[in-house]
């Protein structure tokens, strides 16, 4: 599930909205605010919604004294490009409810959360979780330059399916660490990169009640700062996804504890896939 807020202008060679005898007059460099839920893994043909959408257009000042004489009372704007991933045959997906309390994004920026599910294995056994990731994200990676992702942070969440299912086993409250959660760079250096600072986030000891998820913030306290990213030579994007995870996991009243290790999601969730200008 992806929440976002993300403002852009087009970029550089956009289409032109006014032409005189087939040349371009005038490039519209306006700002784009949208906002909205939508599901991060799409199987074909798989139904989908963008729920609570919003958004909004700011022209520049001079447009207003300037429409009147070209002609120009109306702008409009169309979707054309919508990259998807995941199985086919996956129920339509809705998900309304969510909190969409973000910041305004500045001009070319992404504000929101991306949760993502992942399959860990502890002691052999499978462990389904789930982990969040919000950052203010570029949209736009620049030629020679870098990028990172600001005033980030996170949530380790253990789904009340799971819960139950150590409740069932006998475990009565979880604690531990996170120790990694890696981003996977394509297109760009480094390759890849561990968000958790050196020591690890610490799991504070939690019961387990049935039905009731747990939600373990990354950090405890405060933000993080991921990259900085650089293209690398000749690319024409950049692209970061959630990679694998690591936690250390211990249980009170039933055997279980050490690493829980956590391999990437799949199909991919992207946290931005950036165009190199």
């Keep these: 599930m992806r929440l976002f807020r993300h403002a852009g202008a087009p970029r550089p060679g956009g289409r032109p909205r006014r032409v005189l005898a087939g040349l371009p007059v005038f490039y519209l460099p306006t700002d784009v605010d949208v906002q909205g839920v939508a599901p991060v893994q799409l199987g074909p043909g798989q139904e989908f919604w963008l729920t609570q959408g919003s958004g909004s257009i700011t022209f520049p000042e001079w447009l207003t004294a300037l429409a009147p004489v070209l002609g120009v009372d109306r702008a409009d704007a169309r979707v054309t490009d919508l990259t998807i991933g995941g199985a086919p045959g996956r129920p339509p997906a809705k998900i309304p409810g969510a ?96 968000v958790i600072p050196a020591g690890g986030i610490a799991i504070p000891r939690t019961p387990l009640v049935r039905d009731r998820q747990i939600t373990v913030p990354l950090p405890g306290t405060g933000t993080l700062t991921a990259g900085p990213f650089t293209p690398a030579s000749g690319a024409a994007s950049v692209s970061v996804a959630l990679g694998s995870a690591t936690a250390e996991l211990s249980f009170d009243g039933a055997p279980g504890t050490g690493p829980a290790e956590c391999d990437a999601p799949s199909p991919k969730v992207y946290l931005v896939d950036d165009p190199v200008t």
């Design 99 to 194: 909190p969409l309390n973000f910041p305004e994004p500045k001009s070319n920026e992404l504000v929101g959360i991306i949760n993502a599910p992942y399959t860990c294995v502890l002691g052999g056994e499978p462990l389904d979780v789930g982990i969040a990731v919000g950052a203010r994200i570029p949209l736009v990676a620049e030629r020679g330059g870098s990028f990172s992702f600001t005033e980030a942070s996170g949530a380790l969440v253990i789904p009340a399916g799971t819960v139950n299912r150590l409740v069932d086993e006998g475990r009565l409250a979880a604690s531990g660490k996170v120790t990694a959660l890696n981003l996977e760079v394509e297109g760009g250096t480094p390759a890849g990169q561990n």
